[in-house]
């Protein structure tokens, strides 16, 4: 039976430990509303996730932009004029979970919908084997592309192509294999006895590829 891990934190931290790894993870923090002006201050817009949770499920996007705030929570924008107002408001609507706060990534998108990817490796007696790397393009007016939310599984071939399309799709390929075969390793190192792991990258516009989430039970 294959370990398994549902705190995003912990696997964040881990990955974090190793600066190959770190360059390619988004500022991370846990939500409290000290942290969450301080993000939005720097970057613009972030992405608050519960710690536990998948498929999308409970992931809200929260954004500043001249003097004024808003969040995104599925497919509704709420706007306010101060941050006191939109935090009050964000903690009522958010699910009753303990949340972390991710640097917002401005994902490279097809005809306006962003795009993000899945590798998913198996432990076997060989060794780690690859088994998909697919695109998931968001449903039109989300900012989450989960399946299980709408969103539509591209071959990462089309997906980059149409995403990326001044930019190698062969070379963004292997260097997604090259950065799961190096961050299996450090997982593997951390939390002896995984045996599937399923990485979600983002690339934004300029092909930087960013660990966006780790699975110990890829869907």
Same mark, same amino acid.
């Given at each position: %039976? ?15 430990? +190793?600066?190959? *790894? ?19 201050? #720097? ?39 101060? +941050?006191?107002?939109? +935090?009050?408001?964000?903690?009522? @609507?958010?699910? &009753? ?10 994902? *490279?998108?097809?005809? /306006? ?5 899945? @590798? ?5 007696? #060989? /060794?780690?084997?690859?088994? =998909? ?5 968001? &449903? ?12 539509? %599984?591209?071959?990462?071939? &089309? ?6 399309? $001044?930019?190698?799709? #062969? $070379?963004?390929?292997? !260097?997604?294999? =090259? ?8 997982? !593997? &190192? ?30």
């Amino acid at each position: %039976m294959s370990r398994q891990l549902a705190s995003k934190w912990l696997k964040t931290a881990a990955l974090m430990k +190793y600066p190959v *790894a770190a360059v390619h993870i988004p500022q991370t923090m846990a939500f409290n509303s000290r942290n969450l002006l301080h993000m939005l201050n #720097r970057y613009g817009m972030v992405y608050i996730k519960p710690v536990v949770g998948g498929g999308g499920y409970g992931v809200i996007r929260v954004s500043t932009s001249g003097g004024s705030y808003r969040y995104t929570h599925m497919k509704v924008t709420r706007s306010f004029p101060n +941050y006191g107002q939109m +935090y009050r408001s964000l903690v009522r @609507v958010k699910v &009753r979970r303990r949340y972390m706060i991710q640097q917002g990534i401005h994902l *490279a998108t097809i005809q /306006g919908r962003p795009v993000d990817y899945r @590798v998913k490796v198996v432990k076997t007696e #060989r /060794g780690w084997v690859f088994r =998909s790397l697919v695109g998931r393009l968001a &449903r039109p007016g989300l900012c989450v592309t989960n399946l299980s939310k709408g969103g539509t %599984m591209l071959p990462g071939r &089309r997906a980059l192509g149409l995403s990326l399309p $001044h930019i190698s799709g #062969r $070379h963004k390929r292997r !260097e997604m294999r =090259s950065l799961t075969l190096t961050c299996t390793q450090i997982m !593997e &190192r951390q939390f002896p006895g995984v045996g599937s792991l399923g990485f979600d990258y983002g690339l934004d516009h300029s092909g930087k590829i960013w660990i966006l989430e780790v699975n110990t039970r890829p869907q």
